[in-house]
């Protein structure tokens, strides 16, 4: 269960979920489709189908089908929660149509997982993660102070899952601004803290070593 971010979503966040690319991505290529081609589109990204697809005939923003570059690109992200979501837990319902109570991002109970429709693309991608990682620790735990060090448990797995020492190196090497790196990483800002915060002494000594030891980062 996380907290909310209350922001816009916009069809394009969702048809991205899809093809399982970033957003900015998405947005290069993207036109204006009708329903029907938009559907025939999805089977071509079979890997890629998101349970929580809701798309308005006719209103539907979509993108060409990409050349293979597009597609390779998307692969090279190592952790794809959708894709998770549909070999590993075939049983488990996702829907994105409802605004959670209590500022919540995403929720889940038995095989239902809900994800807030206001979320943005990179929002549903950590949320989801996030929430996969629940079902596969088990029930948290009824004791407050046991159930918040499981959250700050789960925080940490999913955003590990989610970022790669070699993706955050990638990214410190050309910005230190929270926003930035969030968004070249394709997660939200959130679970880019968490990641910062939870270096080993491992990675931090990886980090000084490739990055020269400039890699200052300011929360």
């Known amino acids: ?37 938009f559907r025939a589109a999805i089977r071509v ?17 979509f993108c060409r089908t990409p050349p293979l570059p597009l597609r390779v690109m998307a692969l090279d992200f190592a952790w794809h929660p959708w894709r998770v979501l549909r070999t590993a837990h075939p049983d488990v319902d996702v829907t994105c149509r409802y605004r959670l109570p209590d500022h919540l991002m995403g929720l889940q109970r038995g095989r239902r997982i809900w994800l807030c429709r206001t979320l943005t693309q990179a929002e549903r991608r950590c949320t989801l993660t996030h929430e996969l990682v629940h ?56 679970t880019l803290r968490t990641r910062m915060d939870t270096l080993d002494p491992v990675e931090v000594a990886e980090l000084e070593n490739r990055l020269n030891g400039d890699w200052l980062w300011i929360p």
Do not use: Y
Not at 45 to 61: K, N, R, T, Y
Not at 136 to 156: F, H, I, K, Q, S
């Open 1 to 37: 269960m996380r907290g909310q971010v209350d922001t816009k979503v916009e069809n394009l966040d969702a048809i991205a979920d899809v093809l399982g690319v970033p957003r900015r991505e998405a947005r290069k290529l993207g036109r204006r489709v009708a329903c029907d081609s």
């Open 45 to 61: 990204f079979d890997g890629f189908h998101s349970p929580c697809m809701h798309v308005v005939p006719g209103q539907a923003s």
């Open 135 to 190: 079902r596969e620790r088990g029930p948290v735990p009824r004791d407050p102070t046991a159930a918040a060090a499981e959250e700050r448990a789960v925080d940490e797995i999913a955003a590990r899952r989610l970022i790669t020492l070699g993706s955050l190196l990638d990214g410190l090497r050309w910005t230190r601004d929270p926003d930035q790196l969030a968004e070249h990483l394709w997660v939200d800002v959130p």
